[in-house]
């Protein structure tokens, strides 16, 4: 670990950054200044303050307490979007690579058309179909990564397969999926840990954005970007309501996607040998 | 070439249908009865059959997925449930101001990208170039909506130089095109981040080849070599991932037309989608899937036109 870190800025910053966000997700578990969703009309708009860090929005509601518990709703959508896009995209982009031929050729080009729905078009549709909620955006933005990981899983399996410990591996007689769990997947691991970390931040945003829009996260549960769309109707009154919660989510897609840019420069092995 | 636009013509087909297939299944086929939703649950049997009826769905799936795709075809994009208007006009009306919007900020991006990524990569590994990785990083971080919060509070609610949203019309160029420089802006920084990023590494890369060392050889200077050698090799990436981001782009418009409330697509869908006014979103989707998939027919159309070596490995 120690190797790990050494002279890797990006990685020490994106993995504070990181850290700051689940430590705020999990301390929000047990403990916030104020219920988040409290109203509190006498404090409206109240500046911040010793009794209110970060003041109170238009319902009195203390910024603070909705800040950290919003964490959460990110760090959710975040990991089951990532989630579903590992899960489907290993699989798919494994049976690319071992099946190769036609079913290789579909799978990508199937891949190439999901491009063309980005999550938040995707979140759209599905919301006009089943009204606005959490699950609609993971399921939007899980989708959206499946086709990613597949791609990065069978490009990086496909030079696996064609090494020599996993010739090897065929030669001696072990079927495609021992091969998978033995030899492809702990090799391809690195890579798709780094592209986990960056889906992971992308997933913030698109969430962000589907919450702003309404079409994510609902009341009462507290997030970023609904939070963003508060403020905004009290732009001309209270104008620091939109500086706390874009910040919130800037800092950790920031340190997300130093973090994952840090992995893939300590995970890669040549790039190591060439700094040191 | 020729070869090459046929398979290629052939692809695009192939993906229009499948596009509109998925946009038809889970509009249409997936949520149930649309007309028990647009009525709401006190409804009566009778009347949501007679909507129904007035709708068309009573008929087959294959009608009406054939019905929409030859009305699509014919630019009728059937009515409105919400405006009672036809729908072709509302979401032309709304195209003129998001396209424009899009390519402002797509201009916007490929000409910082294009500056920032060229000096970057002629600064290998020094503080400039590390600067603008930085920078970058950031681009990648602050979300367009954040961004546009934050200059209407600079530049509307502090500095009071522009109207905080709002969209006067093509009546006064002038004025409609002030009214998109801050939208353009806020959608343009992270694919500017995104493309300064991609423009930047195709440099190094083309940096390093053999062709390279020979314009070195022949006598060129550096900077020559990499203007005129290096950087139309670096295109081709750059066009790929331009279009790639052409859909992330329409996206981030929806969110950006709705900061400043500009009358574009993403607001017609937005509001469509609380009038439960589904045909106008199905048709929009679609129309987005078209535009996505047509420009990136368009950009490999393009690449193969630079570099001859696409066209052979297609053929």
Not at chain 1, 138 to 149: E, K, R
Not at chain 1, 258 to 263: I, N, R, V
Not at chain 2, 143 to 158: G, S
Not at chain 2, 208 to 228: F, H, I, P, Q, V
Request: with cysteine.
């Amino acid at each position: 670990m120690r190797v790990l870190l050494r002279g890797n800025f990006s990685l020490w910053l994106g993995a504070v950054l990181t850290g700051a966000l689940l430590l705020m997700a999990a301390v929000s578990l047990v403990w916030t200044p104020y219920p988040p969703a409290a109203i509190d009309i006498p404090h409206k708009l109240a500046p911040p303050s010793l009794a209110h860090w970060f003041g109170a929005d238009a319902l009195g509601r203390d910024v603070a307490s909705q800040i950290l518990a919003g964490s959460r709703v990110s760090i959710l959508v975040g990991v089951v979007a990532v989630g579903i896009g590992l899960l489907f995209g290993v699989a798919l982009g494994l049976f690319a690579a071992f099946r190769k031929g036609v079913a290789e050729d579909a799978i990508m080009k199937a891949c190439d058309f999901v491009f063309a729905f980005p999550a938040l078009l995707s979140a759209i549709m599905l919301t006009s179909a089943f009204g606005p909620g959490v699950v609609n955006a993971i399921v939007a933005i899980g989708v959206a990564n499946v086709p990613i990981i597949a791609k990065l899983t069978r490009a990086t399996a496909n030079s696996a397969l064609a090494r020599e410990y996993a010739l090897a591996a065929r030669a001696s007689g072990r079927g495609p999926v021992a091969i998978a769990f033995d030899h492809v997947l702990p090799n391809i691991a690195p890579a798709l840990i780094v592209q986990a970390t960056i889906q992971f931040a992308i997933a913030i945003l698109a969430e962000a954005a589907l919450s702003y829009l309404g079409l994510g996260a609902q009341p009462p549960q507290p997030s970023w970007g609904r939070m963003l769309s508060d403020a905004q109707t009290v732009l001309y009154n209270a104008p620091r309501l939109a500086i706390y919660p874009g910040a919130a989510i800037a800092l950790s897609v920031l340190g997300l996607n130093l973090l994952g840019d840090g992995l893939r420069d300590a995970l890669d092995p040549k790039l190591r040998a060439r700094r040191s | 070439m020729a070869l090459f636009l046929l398979q290629r013509l052939a692809v695009l087909a192939a993906t229009l249908v499948v596009a509109s297939l998925v946009v038809f299944a889970v509009m249409e086929i997936l949520p149930g009865d649309a007309a028990e939703t647009m009525l709401g649950p006190t409804a009566t049997p009778e009347a949501v059959a007679a909507l129904s009826h007035k709708l068309g769905l009573d008929l087959p799936l294959s009608v009406r997925y054939a019905r929409w795709i030859a009305g699509l075809a014919r630019g009728d994009l059937g009515v409105s449930a919400a405006y009672g208007s036809a729908i072709a006009p509302l979401i032309g009306a709304s195209l003129l101001v998001s396209l424009p919007l899009a390519a402002m900020a797509m201009a916007l991006a490929a000409a910082i990208a294009l500056a920032a990524g060229v000096y970057a990569a002629d600064r290998r590994g020094r503080a400039g170039d590390a600067a603008v990785m930085g920078l970058t990083q950031i681009g990648l971080a602050v979300p367009n909506f954040w961004l546009a919060i934050l200059m209407v509070i600079v530049f509307a609610v502090t500095l009071r130089l522009v109207p905080a949203g709002g969209f006067p019309g093509w009546g006064d160029p002038a004025r409609a095109v002030a009214a998109l420089i801050l939208p353009a802006i806020a959608l343009g920084v992270a694919q500017a981040a995104i493309l300064t990023r991609v423009t930047r590494s195709a440099l190094l890369e083309a940096l390093n080849e053999d062709y390279m060392r020979t314009a070195r050889a022949k006598g060129l200077s550096r900077r020559a070599a990499l203007w005129r050698h290096a950087l139309p090799n670096a295109l081709v990436p750059v066009l790929t991932i331009m279009g790639l981001q052409f859909a992330n782009l329409i996206a981030g418009a929806i969110v950006v037309e709705n900061v400043f409330v500009l009358p574009g697509l993403g607001r017609l869908m937005l509001q469509s989608i609380s009038n439960r006014d589904t045909l106008v979103v199905e048709d929009g989707v679609m129309l987005i899937a078209v535009l996505v998939i047509g420009l990136n027919f368009l950009v490999d159309v393009a690449c193969a036109a630079i570099d001859p070596r696409l066209r052979q490995r297609a053929a």
